[in-house]
């Protein structure tokens, strides 16, 4: 561990959250003689303050070890390259439109690589006026769900998140052009299916 970067990097961020050394030093219960002491790398603080400090500093905990906070590249705003993540342990459910360090329950979690659907995950499209009725022959229990849809087009997307036990169908806007409907299963994993205009292609 770089101290001196590590001590930077702790004022910085402290900075940037408007609190001095003595408001820090409240918060972790400590001295702020020993903040003063981190920040000129002059010491780092116990093993039991880092996740703390982490927290109250509103930084990641590996990176703020490390001395210094990587990037992500910028968003191009590109809705249709948008990516899903979803939490094993929780189930939690993440999009970005770019490239991002994705954690969640102390885990790294990679974007989902979407398959073309099969016969075991067929939907059906329903045209009804003003919007599409989608829906699927697909268990929902709490093994083996489908957890959320989404219709992602080049500008805009909708979102519809599906719980077990209630039927694996939703109604959603209907889009002039074309895009790809995404559904999650729980067991199998992400599929798309490309509609035109509403339409299954």
């Known amino acids: 561990?770089?101290?001196?970067?590590?001590?930077?990097?702790?004022?910085?961020?402290?900075?940037?959250?408007?609190?001095?050394?003595?408001?820090?030093?409240?918060k972790l219960n400590v001295s702020n003689k020993a903040?003063?002491?981190w920040e000129r790398g002059?010491?780092?603080p116990d093993v039991s303050l880092w996740k703390p400090l982490a927290d109250t500093l509103g930084a990641d905990l590996m990176q703020l070890l490390e001395g210094t906070?990587?990037?992500?590249?910028?968003?191009?705003?590109?809705?249709?390259?948008?990516?899903?993540?979803?939490c094993p342990d929780c189930g939690n459910i993440i999009t970005s439109t770019g490239a991002m360090n994705v954690t969640c329950c102390?885990?790294?979690?990679?974007?989902?690589n979407a398959i073309s659907g099969d016969a075991k995950h067929a939907i059906r499209v329903e045209?009804?006026?003003?919007?599409?009725?989608i829906s699927a022959d697909h268990e929902m229990n709490k093994e083996h769900y489908i957890s959320?849809?989404?219709y992602v087009r080049d500008d805009a997307y909708f979102f519809q998140k599906l719980y077990p036990e209630q039927n694996p169908?939703?109604?959603m806007p209907k889009f002039r052009r074309g895009g790809t409907l995404y559904i999650y299963c729980t067991k199998d994993g992400l599929f798309s299916f490309r509609l035109s205009k509403g339409f299954l292609k």
């Open 169 to 171: 169908s939703f109604r």
């Open 42 to 44: 002059n010491g780092s």
């Open 69 to 86: 906070l990587s990037k992500n590249i910028k968003n191009t705003g590109k809705i249709s390259r948008l990516s899903f993540f979803v």
């Open 1 to 26: 561990m770089d101290s001196l970067k590590v001590g930077k990097l702790i004022r910085k961020l402290r900075k940037e959250k408007g609190m001095t050394q003595q408001d820090l030093a409240y």
């Open 148 to 150: 959320f849809a989404a």
């Open 106 to 112: 102390g885990r790294k979690l990679s974007a989902l």
């Open 127 to 133: 045209d009804t006026d003003e919007e599409l009725f």
């Open 35 to 37: 903040v003063s002491k």
